[in-house]
């Protein structure tokens, strides 16, 4: 972990307006954040950089974020994952927790009340 930092959190969204507004709010909040906008560079990212954290969308180009952690969970990668999505059906939930993401954001939602409190709970319990 970054010792001048809370956290490093991986952020992976595709829309990139809506990353660079929780890049800006969790940088505020200090959090160091790694940013893509595409699966790959984020597999890419993990397989070389230690982070705390990983936020990640639901729906993304070409994998969805469910598949996109249980690929990392294969690999043996337990980093803790809070997945966003505009979905609030129940196979999509139930599939997040088979993958073993620790919470599960519906969007939208508020930075202070939902996201940051999310984010915080989830470092505590993984330490």
Partial sequence: ???EKKGTILLLEDESGFRALLKEILD???YHVIDFGVAEAAMTA???SD???ILLDHYLPGITG???LGQLRKKGNETPAIVMTISDELP???NAIRVQ???YLQKP???VEDLLPAIEKCLNNAH
């Fill in 1 to 3: 972990m970054n010792d």
């Fill in 92 to 94: 999509t939930v139930v």
């Fill in 51 to 53: 982070v705390d954290l």
């Fill in 66 to 68: 469910l598949d996109f």
């Fill in 28 to 30: 505020g909040a200090d």
């Fill in 46 to 48: 993990l397989d070389e």
């Fill in 109 to 111: 939602f508020g930075a």
């Fill in 101 to 103: 993401a620790v919470d």
